[in-house]
């Protein structure tokens, strides 16, 4: 272990020099605005292949490919790349013509495909094409199916999409190292018929989880469950885009997971059904009613819905820690404690000292904390009453009657019509029924009341 341990330092060492020099695959590709989803929309129409309606990469693009004797030829590199995971945040990752995740793949069933594999990397990798139906030796299985793709060695993978879903690609060699630094896309395959499952809007994405300490820059590619940045498509909140929607567009979701645990997924103001997963369309004898649907480890799942209530909803992951970034873990539990005289004492030997969370952690979402270089606060975005105190697997699901057909740009915060907002009430009000609270004895915490501010 210790050999692999010396190993994974000295790659790691190399990649910051590596990524700088790396963006020669991804020259020709925007880069710029790969950051925004919304600037590449509407994304450019196949020039001379079967006709679809395209999906919206969330802060991601599609990779471009060309027509060749009957086959549509992409070229995927994988390569280190530096991803910034929100604003105040990058990370050295691996990924894929200069992004993690690496661009979405798409095609139409039917389709012949050649993919072109280039390895940039400092070791040997392999790409698998997760749920699609293919020839055994073009499975991607490093060992099993194909010898693995040598570092500066180009490997090419044929097959027919033989049917329409929602897919992704990853490497199948040295998994635990390549997944965990962020090597992974999504592929999308649509329908022949363009009518069939047809939306107004196909957002696409997948799940990440990494492990980078607070002022460093590289994942910890053995952690097995403690990750401290949950990600979509490599991104924390506030740096996700909001997905954005015209009143009683049809819409659908499509989300992927590859990290080490499973994710609820859940939306606000809509009920929605599974449509899709990674083994193909659901019939809708089988489909019912959800606000929340888990994505386990290595599944996809598409959802769909009709958004016919403006606003901005709020759409993330349910477990709670994974709508918080780096620096809320291993902060001790204050609540009831009275630090009152405590922080001056200790100020006298730690001038920076504070205590965090007596009153509950809310304070964090407005504290001014100073950070360690290159990490984000816990939570964080402000919204128009306030912080919105999330990070990791959170964003804004913004539905408006007004947008222009195909102007699917971020519209800024909802305008609430006059008095349908939640307000405070200062009228009378009768004494509510409460839980009676068991008897105290002195064993039981004695919860003393906030007062103030005084302890800071
Ligand atoms: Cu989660």
Not at 142 to 161: A, D, H, R, S, W
Not at 241 to 249: E, G, I, M, P, Q
Request: glycine share 10%.
């Amino acid at each position: 272990m210790s050999n692999r341990r010396q190993f994974l330092q000295q790659a790691a060492a190399g990649l910051v020099g590596a990524a700088t020099v790396s963006r020669v695959g991804a020259a020709s590709l925007p880069e710029a605005a790969s950051q925004d989803s919304a600037a590449m929309q509407p994304p450019l129409h196949p020039p001379n292949g079967r006709p679809y309606n395209p999906v919206v990469t969330l802060n991601g693009w599609t990779l471009p490919w060309r027509m060749r004797d009957g086959w549509k030829e992409f070229h995927l590199v994988a390569e280190p790349v530096v991803r910034e995971i929100a604003p105040g945040m990058k990370a050295n990752l691996w990924g894929y013509n200069g992004q993690s995740p690496g661009p979405t793949i798409e095609c139409v069933e039917g389709d012949k495909v050649r993919i072109f594999v280039t390895n940039r990397l400092p070791e040997h990798t392999t790409v698998h094409w997760h749920g699609i139906l293919l020839p055994n030796g073009m499975d991607g299985v490093g060992g099993l199916n194909q010898p693995q793709i040598k570092p500066g060695k180009t490997f090419v993978y044929e097959f027919e999409m033989i049917k329409s879903g929602t897919f992704m690609y990853h490497p199948h060699a040295d998994e635990m190292t390549q997944m965990a630094m962020g090597m992974m896309g999504s592929l999308v395959v649509h329908p022949r018929n363009p009518k069939f499952m047809a939306v107004d809007r196909d957002f696409v994405f997948l799940l990440n989880a990494y492990d980078i300490d607070p002022g460093s820059y590289t994942p910890k590619v053995n952690t097995m469950t403690d990750f401290n940045l949950w990600t979509w498509n490599s991104r924390s909140f506030p740096g996700i885009d909001s997905l954005v929607a015209r009143t009683h567009d049809r819409v659908r979701i499509r989300v992927g997971n590859l990290t080490m645990t499973n994710h609820p997924i859940h939306l606000h103001g809509v009920d929605f059904e599974v449509t899709c997963t990674d083994g193909g369309w659901v019939p809708k004898s089988a489909r019912w009613p959800e606000v929340t649907t888990d994505v386990a480890v290595g599944q996809m799942r598409a959802i769909e819905f009709v958004a016919n209530r403006p606003g901005d909803w709020a759409f993330h992951c349910h477990k709670s820690h994974h709508t918080m970034n780096a620096m809320g873990h291993d902060v001790p539990t204050m609540i009831g404690v009275d630090h009152r005289g405590l922080v001056d004492k200790i100020n006298k030997l730690v001038p920076e000292y504070m205590v965090m969370g007596e009153r509950g952690m809310a304070d964090m979402g407005e504290m001014e904390m100073a950070l360690p270089d290159n990490t984000l606060p816990m939570m964080t975005g402000m919204g128009q009453f306030g912080p919105i105190e999330m990070g990791g697997m959170f964003t804004t699901f913004k539905v408006r009657d007004d947008i222009k057909p195909g102007d699917y740009k971020d519209p800024g915060p909802y305008k609430y019509p006059a008095g349908s907002v939640a307000y405070e009430w200062t009228g009378e009000l009768a004494e509510p029924t409460r839980a009676k609270a068991p008897p105290a004895d002195s064993k039981t915490l004695q919860v003393i009341k906030p007062n103030g501010h005084s302890g800071h």
